[in-house]
């Protein structure tokens, strides 16, 4: 199985960028899908999910009401429309899918987003 993100790169604060990943030699729509971002000296975090089925999202704390995970399973992609951004989300983030219940889980390569002035 592969996962690979786009959309990245640099954004002035409190513009928007939109992230995608497209998943391959997976079957996209028994997977829920995360967005998880790490920071130079953090942890990775969790940025936001959503189900296999899209009827469910949830998201971290710092980025409510700016950041919206979506998913196009005819597509097998999930994207994450990312406004109002902030220099703290400058990371590099990560898509990830996990088969729940079955221990199959797989990492995108990651992609850099930077926001800066």
């Known amino acids: 199985a592969q996962l690979v993100e786009s959309g990245g790169g640099w954004v002035q604060p409190g513009g928007s960028l939109s992230l995608s990943c497209a998943a391959s030699?997976?079957?996209?729509?028994?997977?829920?899908m995360s967005w998880y971002r790490q920071s130079p000296g953090k942890e990775r975090e969790l940025v936001a999910t959503i189900t296999r089925r899209g009827d469910t999202t949830n998201y971290a704390d710092s980025v409510k009401g700016r950041f919206t995970i979506s998913r196009d399973n005819a597509k097998n992609t999930v994207y994450l429309q990312m406004n109002s951004l902030k220099p703290e989300d400058t990371a590099v983030y990560y898509c990830?899918?996990?088969?729940?219940?079955?221990?199959?889980?797989?990492w995108g390569k990651g992609m850099l987003v930077t926001v800066s002035s």
């Open positions: 990830y899918a996990r088969f729940q219940g079955y221990g199959m889980a797989y």
């Open positions: 030699g997976l079957t996209f729509s028994y997977y829920d």
